[in-house]
């Protein structure tokens, strides 16, 4: 593992990068769309020359060669490999494909991963390597999300967060009445110091973000049983993906 480096898979326009970067971190920049790659190369000119940044223009997948990739209407950041995660298909392109395990092989294994590509997210975790993990990673809870927690858990990471993609909140607090009041009160007094803070947050981290990571997430860690069992509730809760509150990234640590 190399404690300087950082993976934004599906890095989209570049949000986290950003963050990664003025952190400190190497990164390694994983995106297929070949507009968000140009967006990419247009934002981070010199960090990519210095190679402080490295973009990989490639999909991740379960094999090596040319797929088809679905593009949305209304959300670039909605692209996907599955038709079946995009609600309003635009058209279809061909994307060079590659397995995550080859990534892995070629820029190391970096201190925290996170993924966040439309429900293919289980490719990445299927690829880690058991003896050698990223310290932090995160992926969003979309498909298959009880089978990922299991994956992960079974790779031996054993402390977990469900935290939102808008507030960056962890998915408790958000939900409870106690906290929602607290929220209520913050935005109507005249606090501005605290209000300030929470509106640089959201601008930093604006939709198609993973936010805050390792220890600068919000909440407790929790244990695998408990995170099973919050998010098992919810999408019993809101069976239909598309009706739930809010999009929630899991993170995850040793």
């Known amino acids: 593992m190399h404690n300087d480096l950082i993976y934004d898979v599906g890095a989209h326009h570049g949000h986290d990068t950003a963050h990664y970067l003025s952190s400190g971190y190497r990164v390694v920049a994983v995106e297929a769309f070949p507009d968000s790659l140009s967006i990419l190369q247009k934002r981070f000119p010199t960090e990519i020359e210095t190679r402080q940044l490295t973009l990989v223009p490639l999909a991740v997948g379960p094999m090596a060669g040319d797929v088809e990739f679905f593009v949305s209407r209304s959300s670039p950041g909605a692209c996907s490999l599955m038709a079946d995660e995009v609600d309003d298909i635009d058209h279809v392109i061909k994307v060079p494909c590659v397995s995550f395990a080859s990534i892995l092989e070629t820029h190391g294994v970096p201190y925290y991963l996170k993924s966040d590509i439309q429900g293919a997210d289980r490719h990445i975790l299927e690829s880690l390597n058991p003896n050698d993990l990223p310290q932090y990673l995160s992926w969003e809870m979309d498909r298959d999300q009880l089978e990922c927690l299991k994956i992960v858990h079974d790779l031996g990471y054993r402390r977990f967060k469900l935290i939102d993609q ?78 739930r509150p809010g999009w929630y990234d899991c993170h995850a640590t040793k």
């Open 166 to 243: 808008h507030s960056f909140l962890e998915m408790d607090r958000k939900r409870t009445l106690r906290h929602r009041a607290i929220r209520k009160l913050k935005r109507i007094s005249s606090r501005l110091v605290g209000r300030r803070s929470s509106e640089e947050l959201l601008a930093k981290f604006p939709p198609h973000s993973s936010g805050p990571f390792a220890e600068q997430t919000d909440g407790r860690w929790r244990s695998y049983d408990l995170v099973y069992g919050q998010w098992d509730k919810f999408s019993r809760q809101y069976p239909n993906r598309q009706e």
